[in-house]
DNA sequence: GCCTAACCGAGACGGTACGTCACGTCTTTGG
DNA sequence: CCAAAGACGTGACGTACCGTCTCGGTTAGGC
């Protein structure tokens, strides 16, 4: 239950850290970038999200409540999108681990039950403004799947395939499409009937993306 | 295989109508709405979107592309995102039939596939941009349920509780969650991975909502 | 004290009624004007411009007062201007005499009094409304100076024109420029300062354009 | 002849200023209004209101020529009329002095003569336009007698008390009054007949408002 | 202990599109 | 043929944000 998924630290990149190698470490004069800002930034982005939505959601906005100047944003970010992919990312990497306890189908129920768990009213709005966002701005839709999409596939990736090659998948499934089937019935709800994302999808998805040998009596029903 | 889905013709509604009887005969005086310039809306709406993308799409160029003012657009419809919903509604209604041959199998199969083939790039493009508008705009995300969403969600619901009364519907699966299912798949290919929606999937979600006897012998693997 | 001063019946023309032979009476086939109609429009643009200024004032308001179309407003004034044109040209040639006592300044005097007296809120405004649109539409400027201004300095005019004959005029004055400083006196209150058009203004007036003794024993102060 | 009547420097005013004492020297961040921008506007207005008219000249219009945004102008200005307000009264400002030679009647026709060669071409549009709006628009009606009308009605009004304080005016006229007929000559002429405004009316005037004695032999009529 | 570089707040800049308003015209039905 | 009703193409309005570009004023190395 331990390895957390590690992202890009910043959208921004422009670190000055040096490899391993000595050669360089450019370490470039001039004011530091303000911590105080980047986090008062992030802040404001997620509660003036929640306040006006994203469509009301302005550069100027987050500025204004981070107490920042409009530059600082832009700076960092290339727009409010990024902001709040930031914001979210950060929060995924901390709250979601990939458990490994050697019965796949617990992993995998315990696996989609934490990522629905993440996924409540603070985080849902900035999800679905992302991936509205990732509709319309083709260049931020490359960052979103890079960023956030990807790593979480690779993730339930992972935990499907150890139920694959334990025999435990559904014959006519691959890894591949088991994975669209989970993130999809996720997404479909967050997107389309926004209804509620809660435990009972988690175990209704692990018995049916597994035979039901692996689900019947190993977890959940018991004896 | 007949009975298309019925939908609201229009945004505007205010039609004048007049049934047989002679009750109803309201015809208000005045110039008539332009048909010509309703279709011109639609089209020039549909090519600029494939051209210059949502983000770009603005109700000035598409009321430029018409040839018409933009006053005629707002008269009739709330915003862009409208104008492409009744465009792809009015596509969704002329192309998409609900099957009904006896085998319940093979009736969800076709109608996935046929739904996934009106997927096909003239349309996606739009239904990337109402999903992505739905999440931005509340008041746009309620209509677009209403006029999209929740009618093809009956269309497939309907196949779906035939196969569920027939005892077809794996078991842990209600006929909610498995439509669930099956449009989660549809729209996080739209939106997320950008794979194709092919054949493929069709009988692959035919396979994984309906229990295997359903499928096995009754239409795919054969005797 | 007799003579009104005649002016055009409306801008539109295109009247039907023949002179006193019956040779033209081309009686054209067809509805009649609606002089209700006409009435009503000329009182709705009347009150709608004390209500809302002439900035609001809008052919669809008058029109939508009055109970007509716009069309109906359009058939016989080329605009908003023109209808309070004929409003006010309607009032001025109703109240406003020639006089002819004998007594060039007197009659003097009572003229300019009469025409201040005219000039009160219900017309001020309008007035005011048109000289301004005067200046902004060349084409209504030439009708407004037409219909207006020229006559209303005709008839000053001739009151001036009497006094000069009898040798009353200050001998540094033409016709022409007392007339202008009669009026420009006249308007400049209406348009710049404001203040009021009173009795005083006219005796002032009248004392300034005549010589000393025209006014000071002949009339007024009285032998 | 020196002291040129001094006006607000501009609409916007926020100056930064501070006196000679260390005080106040409030130097606000941020970038400082563009000059350049300033004058494009000005200059842009003035050409375009000859070239179309006040009624075709537009914000846009004045923005385009001027090569800067719309935003630029509204920030500045309240609208097209405040744009002309300044760049008349910053002509006026550079043109008409107040004389003090002594010679009352004649510092009163220089004045006068000063005033009338200033309202030529490329302003009279200009102050046409301004008078028109201030009658349409009352907010900036006001703006307009405060900037405009109310500073020249003083500097006449300062000349003309000087005559009357030597006995030379005419005895039934008040300083307001004399003004009036000035100015109303003024504006009649320009509004009204669109006569030419020439030296000699400028010597009428004089002639009109101050006796007869102040100017016979004083400066025209002379030895 | 400067110098130089980079970041910070603030805010004006040139733009683009918004959604609204009114214009003056055109097209209906009906007197 | 006129009148009401009302949709039409048009064009400007004033606003909101966009992303960029100055400003004066901090912070930090490096010399």
Redesign the pocket.
């Known amino acids: 239950m331990l390895p957390v998924i590690e992202q890009a630290e910043s959208a921004a990149g422009?670190t000055s850290a040096g490899a391993s190698d000595g050669t360089s470490t450019p370490?470039?004069?001039?004011?530091?970038?303000?911590e105080?800002?980047?986090l008062?930034i992030l802040t404001a982005a997620t509660e003036l999200l929640g306040e006006v939505g994203y469509a009301?959601?302005?550069?100027?906005?987050i500025?204004?409540r981070?107490?920042?100047?409009?530059?600082?944003v832009?700076?960092?970010w290339?727009?409010?999108a990024d902001v709040l992919l930031e914001a979210v990312t950060a929060h995924a990497r901390q709250h979601i681990a990939l458990p490994d306890t050697g019965d796949h189908a617990a992993d995998l129920r315990t696996f989609l039950a934490a990522t629905f768990a993440a996924a409540t009213p603070p985080t849902t709005d900035a999800l679905r403004a992302l991936m509205a966002e990732a509709q319309i701005d083709p260049a931020f839709g490359d960052r979103f799947r890079e960023t956030l999409l990807h790593p979480r596939r690779e993730a339930l990736g992972t935990l499907v395939d150890r139920a694959r090659t334990a025999g435990l998948l559904a014959p006519q499934l691959t890894t591949a499409t088991a994975v669209d089937l989970a993130f999809g019935a996720l997404w479909y709800r967050l997107l389309g009937t926004r209804d509620p994302l809660d435990d009972d999808l988690a175990e209704l998805l692990t018995r049916t993306l597994l035979l039901p040998s692996a689900t019947s009596s190993g977890s959940a029903d018991g004896a």
Chains 1, 2, 3, 4 share one sequence.
């Open positions: 422009r370490v470039r004069p001039g004011r530091r970038r303000s105080e800002s980047r008062a009301r959601l302005t550069v100027e906005g500025a204004a981070a107490g920042t100047g409009k530059q600082t832009y700076r960092w290339p727009g409010k």
